[in-house]
């Protein structure tokens, strides 16, 4: 592609829904010039993807979003558990699970919790602080054509509908664009997984006696199995506005054109128990649950990211997650190469730290909607009793990538939550005092890394700051009892399975890259090969 270039940029990201703005969002916290290109006029106008679980709130809680998004979620704040029944009048009513946090133990693990905020309020947060931070987000705009060689991507987009194209050359670029993603297609990356499971036709509504119905129970989603009406309920605003799930059979031939709004109306109707109702349908989409992993998460200098790189059924809220973290986990890595402080090799351990994690997590996505016998889903049952989602949500691993230290062959997702500092997971949250401000342990991680050391640990402090300065490292050191200041009930040595005199190096993710459990007797040695490995320097 020998074209003029019109304009040049660091990143180019394609896909401008949840996962391209929080890419733009990540990057614009670290300083790192993008343009994001996205050929929809706007954000999503359809409720779907509401649930953001703790550890995606956990990474808005750092960028400075968070209470943002809960002013926009308030609404639906308190909405909690899902509920089955034969219909909303029926008296067969069970609670899948009532509460998403029993007993508070969240507290105890994060600064953040669960947050049910729906896509199209979700998303103009997610615009309006991408802009405020500098992101040159364009919509409307399509990205048209790509090539890439060993410096960069040259990619030509354009307004959409019209016939002006504009040449972008870029050092990276981020393909947020979807399960069926151009992009994906154009590198020739297989996938992986069941593929399809089931298909919704997802409708927006109007009722306004169906809050009678539904009285004082406020969940998340009700799973409504009447046999002649199946389909999942979800509020949008707990009064006149819903959403409907109603299952789908293209595999039987059910054209999406039969879904008119008087079916539509009259399946609600029925599946609610409410048959006298007024019901005014005010949108459809269709939508599919799959279980598909990229065999790669990319090529070069083009990465997958979101829905690109994985499909996951909708039970547990995965899906968005899980492509929020991607878009986390690769913006770190691509301000640390853009600004010189680590290798190209660093942008490897992308694939090889995300893969993994989706196709844990989509496989336990699946099981869960077997398990909770998601309607229009006939799966027979695979596995035994799910144990929640919170070893799921938090505490995935890192078991090959940018850390040293790790068990090669630990499973990714642990049958029981333990976030005890170990290489590859995310470091445990407990509060401190940092100049006498008071925060989480967590608010430390974003721009650099972090070296922690403990009570004793004098001598990987003073190594550390010598190593960053020599080594020109945006590395952030503190002493455990000196800079930083823990409550008194929390041991940091113990919770970082350390001693006082050992020390923990985190990412800017707040993933434990290495630790150190006592003194070495040569600490700056030790830590410059660390670093050396963890960050790809040559």
């Excluded at 405020?132 to 705009?141: H, M, V």
């Excluded at 992308?350 to 844990?360: F, L």
């Excluded at 700051?465 to 503190?478: D, F, M, N, S, W």
């Amino acid at each position: 592609m020998n074209a003029k270039i019109d304009e040049r940029v660091p990143v180019l990201i394609a896909g401008g829904s949840l996962v391209g703005l929080s890419a733009s969002l990540f990057l614009g916290r670290l300083g790192v010039p993008h343009t994001l290109v996205e050929k929809h006029p706007g954000t999503s106008r359809h409720p779907r993807g509401r649930g953001n679980n703790v550890r995606t709130m956990e990474l808005f809680r750092v960028a400075g979003v968070e209470s943002r998004i809960q002013v926009a979620a308030s609404v639906l704040a308190d909405n909690h558990g899902i509920l089955q029944a034969e219909t909303l009048t029926g008296t067969e009513q069970e609670w899948l699970f009532k509460e998403v946090d029993p007993g508070g133990r969240l507290s105890r693990l994060s600064p953040t919790s669960w947050c049910l905020c729906s896509q199209n309020d979700l998303e103009p947060v997610l615009l309006d602080c991408a802009r405020e931070l500098g992101g040159d987000l364009r919509y409307g705009t399509e990205l048209r054509s790509f090539e890439q060689d060993a410096d960069g991507v040259t990619a030509v987009i354009g307004r959409r509908g019209t016939d002006e194209c504009r040449t972008v050359r870029a050092q990276y670029l981020i393909a947020a664009d979807g399960p069926r993603s151009p992009v994906r297609e154009r590198l020739g990356i297989g996938q992986t997984g069941r593929g399809d499971l089931f298909h919704n036709v997802s409708v927006t509504f109007q009722a306004k006696r169906l809050a009678d119905a539904v009285g004082d129970r406020r969940f998340i989603a009700c799973y409504l199995r009447n046999p002649e009406a199946d389909g999942t309920l979800l509020p949008v605003d707990n009064r006149e506005q819903w959403v409907f799930h109603i299952p789908w059979h293209p595999e039987h031939g059910e054209e999406l054109e039969s879904f008119t709004d008087e079916r539509c109306a009259e399946h609600i109707r029925r599946a609610t128990g409410v048959p006298e109702m007024e019901v005014e349908i005010t949108g459809k989409a269709p939508w599919h649950a799959a279980e598909r992993v990229a065999s790669s998460y990319g090529t070069g200098r083009v990465f997958l990211a979101g829905d690109s790189a994985h499909e996951m059924s909708p039970t547990g809220a995965f899906g968005s997650n899980t492509g929020i973290q991607d878009a986390h986990n690769l913006a770190w890595k691509l301000a640390a190469v853009l600004g010189g402080w680590a290798g190209p090799g660093l942008l490897e351990t992308y694939g090889a730290e995300r893969q993994p994690v989706a196709q844990a997590t989509s496989e336990r996505a699946s099981a869960r909607s077997t398990e909770h016998r998601h309607p229009g889903y006939d799966a027979a049952p695979t596995t035994g009793p799910q144990r929640g989602v919170l070893p799921t949500a938090l505490g995935y691993r890192y078991n090959r990538g940018a850390v040293v230290g790790t068990d090669p062959n630990a499973p990714v997702v642990p049958d029981q939550l333990e976030l005890t500092a170990a290489p590859g997971s995310r470091a445990p949250h407990f509060w401190l005092r940092r100049d006498g401000v008071r925060m989480s342990s967590l608010d430390l991680y974003e721009r650099s890394l972090v070296l922690l050391s403990g009570t004793h640990g004098h001598t990987w402090f003073e190594a550390g700051r010598r190593v960053a300065q020599r080594l020109g490292l945006p590395l952030e050191c503190y002493q455990v009892g000196h800079d930083l200041i823990v409550d008194p009930d929390t041991d940091w040595a113990q919770a970082h399975g350390t001693s006082p005199d050992g020390a923990v190096l985190v990412r800017p993710d707040s993933f434990v890259a290495w630790r150190a459990t006592a003194a070495a007797a040569d600490p700056a040695t030790t830590l410059t090969k660390v670093l050396a490995s963890v960050l790809r320097r040559g």
